[in-house]
C-alpha cells in the first residue's frame, strides 16, 4: 500500500508542476497552448464564416463549453484522473507480474518509419474510439454519461469537449491494453492528439466543411451535426459514432446524411429538461441511478 500511496503523492505534484509549467512557458509541445491556438483559430473560422448565420459568436452555452474544455483536458487529471490512472497501470503490471508477464509490448514498432508508426497509432486509436462511442449510446447505463455531450442544442468548436469526465476514464481504459502491446514512443502520442483535437473542434464548428472526397475518410461538420440531430432514424441507437474517422461508419453502415442539416434540431427527446450547470451535468447521471 504504501508504494500506491507514494505513486498518489507523486501523482498529484507532478501533474500540478506540469500544468503549471504547461502555462507558464509556452513551446510547440506544449498541450496547453496548443488547444488555446485550435480553439482560437476554429472560433475565428466560425466568426468569418458562420454555416448557421443567425447563430449568435457567443452562442447557447458558450462558456460552460469553454470550462468543459478546459476541465476535461487538465483540471480532471489535477483533481483525480492522473493519481488513479497511474495506481491502475501499476496495479495492472503488478497483476500480470503475477503471471511472470512484465512486458506487454507484442508489436515492436520502433524500426518502422515515422510515418508508418503515426498511421499505425492513429487508425489503432481511432477504431478503439468508435467501438467506444457505439457502446456510449447502445448501453442505457452509459448512455447516461454520455448525454452531457448531446445536450448542446447550439453547435460550435467548444462543444467538442463537453462531455462527462466518465467519458475520459472508458475510453482510456479500452485504449490502455491494445496500445501498450505495440511500442509507440511519446511524441507520437502528441501528434495524434493534437490531430484528433483540431478535427474534433472542426467536427463542431458551426462551418460548413465536407473535405470532398476525402469525407469519406475524415469525420466533417456536415456529417457530425447528424450525430447530434435530435430526431434519429427508426430503430436506431445513434448515428456517424466516426470521432476523427468516417471511414468506420462508412464501412459498417452508421453513415446518415439525408441531407446537409444546417438547421436541424440537436439534443435527444427530454433535453430541454436536462440540468443546465456544470455540477448538475456531471452528478446528473449519478443522482439519476440513485432514483
Given at each position: 500500500m504504501e508504494?500506491?500511496?507514494?505513486?498518489?503523492?507523486?501523482?498529484?505534484?507532478?501533474?500540478?508542476?506540469?500544468?503549471?509549467?504547461?502555462?507558464?512557458?509556452?513551446?510547440?509541445?506544449?498541450?496547453?497552448?496548443?488547444?488555446?491556438?485550435?480553439?482560437?483559430?476554429?472560433?475565428?473560422?466560425?466568426?468569418?464564416?458562420?454555416?448557421?448565420?443567425?447563430?449568435?459568436?457567443?452562442?447557447?452555452?458558450?462558456?460552460l463549453d469553454g470550462f468543459y474544455m478546459f476541465f476535461n483536458f487538465f483540471l480532471f487529471s489535477l483533481i483525480a484522473y492522473n493519481a488513479i490512472s497511474n495506481v491502475a497501470v501499476e496495479a495492472f503490471n503488478d497483476f500480470l507480474g503475477l503471471f511472470g508477464i512484465?512486458?506487454?509490448?507484442?508489436?515492436?514498432?520502433?524500426?518502422?518509419?515515422?510515418?508508418?508508426?503515426?498511421?499505425?497509432?492513429?487508425?489503432?486509436?481511432?477504431?478503439?474510439?468508435?467501438?467506444?462511442?457505439?457502446?456510449?449510446?447502445?448501453?442505457?447505463?452509459?448512455?447516461?454519461?454520455?448525454?452531457?455531450?448531446?445536450?448542446?442544442?447550439?453547435m460550435g468548436f467548444a462543444a467538442h469537449l463537453r462531455f462527462h469526465w466518465m467519458e475520459?476514464?472508458?475510453?482510456?481504459?479500452?485504449?490502455?491494453?491494445?496500445?501498450?502491446?505495440?511500442?509507440?514512443?511519446l511524441t507520437d502520442f502528441f501528434l495524434v492528439h493534437i490531430f484528433a483535437t483540431a478535427i474534433g473542434h472542426l467536427n463542431h464548428a458551426n462551418l460548413r466543411i465536407t473535405y470532398g472526397p476525402l469525407k469519406y475518410l475524415l469525420n466533417n461538420p456536415i456529417m457530425h451535426i447528424w450525430h447530434h440531430a435530435k430526431t434519429l432514424p427508426k430503430g436506431s441507437y445513434g448515428v456517424n459514432y466516426g470521432l476523427t474517422l468516417s471511414i468506420w461508419d462508412y464501412l459498417f453502415g452508421t453513415a446518415y446524411i439525408p441531407h446537409e442539416g444546417r438547421d436541424i434540431p440537436l439534443g435527444f427527446d427530454g433535453v430541454e429538461k436536462f440540468p443546465k450547470t456544470f455540477w448538475e451535468q456531471v452528478t446528473y447521471p449519478l443522482r439519476k441511478k440513485s432514483t
Open positions: 508504494k500506491y500511496f507514494k505513486i498518489v503523492v507523486d501523482a498529484y505534484y507532478g501533474y500540478f508542476n506540469y500544468l503549471v509549467n504547461e502555462i507558464m512557458y509556452p513551446s510547440w509541445t506544449n498541450y496547453f497552448w496548443w488547444l488555446v491556438g485550435l480553439s482560437l483559430a476554429v472560433w475565428l473560422l466560425e466568426l468569418v464564416f458562420p454555416w448557421r448565420k443567425s447563430q449568435p459568436a457567443l452562442r447557447k452555452d458558450f462558456w512484465t512486458n506487454l509490448v507484442a508489436i515492436e514498432v520502433s524500426s518502422w518509419p515515422r510515418w508508418a508508426q503515426f498511421a499505425l497509432l492513429f487508425v489503432v486509436a481511432d477504431f478503439i474510439q468508435w467501438n467506444v462511442h457505439r457502446l456510449l449510446h447502445r448501453v442505457p447505463a452509459l448512455w447516461e454519461f454520455h448525454k452531457v455531450h448531446h445536450s448542446v442544442e447550439q475520459t476514464i472508458l475510453y482510456k481504459s479500452a485504449q490502455y491494453i491494445p496500445l501498450a502491446m505495440i511500442g509507440f514512443g
